[in-house]
């Protein structure tokens, strides 16, 4: 008997409406499109709005179009793994409440954070769950609302990240193609370069931490960037070695959406020129777990059967990781 992977059988994105430029933040805070594009790559980023709208919205549109291109009943779903460093609520999960959503009736659903590898972390694991034989379709999602924890008086943060995200469809197959491998990493030691000091249990929510804006992202650029640009190459090339891939053998990089110079310093290593990597940043920004998901949606028309894809990521915490997918299906 062949060996049962989890295939990709359908991808779709979703992003709001309003788009924040890079001209429009030059009114909030003291910046510039030059000064942006030059150090990140963005021209702008989608945002958002109204009210009682959080990551769910994102994540349900995503799910509701999956289910409608890849003409799948909803009460066929196995299993909701939903990726995401925004959460409506503490809980119930987000995914529990898009599963509602979409009419998901026999899924049981989970939300998993990573940050910035969220969408790898949750990925790798839906896929265990189709490689065992327990279920036969699982929606994997990677979606968050970042513009709810950006303190846009903050141009380190608030020039970088915007809302968005995607959902996969995972079915069994015996042929070869789907998520082949995984290599995932953590190093706790990361937390003072890049996390968010307050709104856990280790410091809940007082008038103090509100009024001194401790919930909201916190980064040192500097750091963050000597780690990812090392890690998410590393790490890449690790997965490549160990699956006896060369640049050649390699359709598409397709890297977390962080910072255009990292996209960059990760291809050169690969060996791979601009024409094999999925670059959405400019349109986006940061969507941080709804990056990889947005970009295999807008890239999905250039996608065919057998293309070896290699997603790449790195986030807060720190986490990071490579996947190494064989695409299922021509577009």
Known sequence: ??????????????????????????????????????????????????????????????????????????????????????????????ANIIANEVGAVNAFSYDLQAACSGF????STGAQFIETGKYQKVIVIGADKMSSIIDYEDRTTC???GDGGGAVLLEPNEDGYGV????????????????????????????????????FVYQEGAMVFKFAVTNMADISEEIMKKNQLSSDDIAWLVPHQANRRIIDATSDRL?????????????YGNTTSGTIPLCLFDYESHLRKGDNLILSAFGGGFTWGSIYVKWGYDS
């Open 1 to 94: 008997m062949s060996k049962i992977t989890a295939v990709i059988k359908g991808i779709h994105g979703w992003v709001p409406d309003y788009v924040l430029t890079n001209e429009e933040l030059t009114t909030m805070v003291d910046t510039n499109d030059e000064w942006i594009t030059s150090r990140t790559g963005i021209k702008e980023r989608r945002i958002l709005k109204g009210e009682d709208q959080g990551t769910s919205v994102i994540g349900t549109n995503a799910v509701k179009g999956l289910l409608e291109k890849t003409d799948t009943d909803p009460q066929d779903i196995d299993l909701i793994i939903c990726a995401t460093t925004t959460p409506d609520m503490l809980f119930p999960a987000t």
């Open 180 to 215: 082949l491998d995984a290599i995932l990493r953590s190093d706790g030691s990361g937390e003072p370069y890049l996390h968010m000091k307050a709104g856990g249990s280790r410091r809940p929510a007082t008038h103090q931490t509100v009024d001194e804006k401790q919930h």
């Open 271 to 283: 060996g791979l020129g601009n024409g094999k990597v999925m670059l959405n940043i400019h349109k």
């Open 120 to 123: 790898l972390f949750a990925l």
């Open 159 to 161: 020039i970088i990240f």
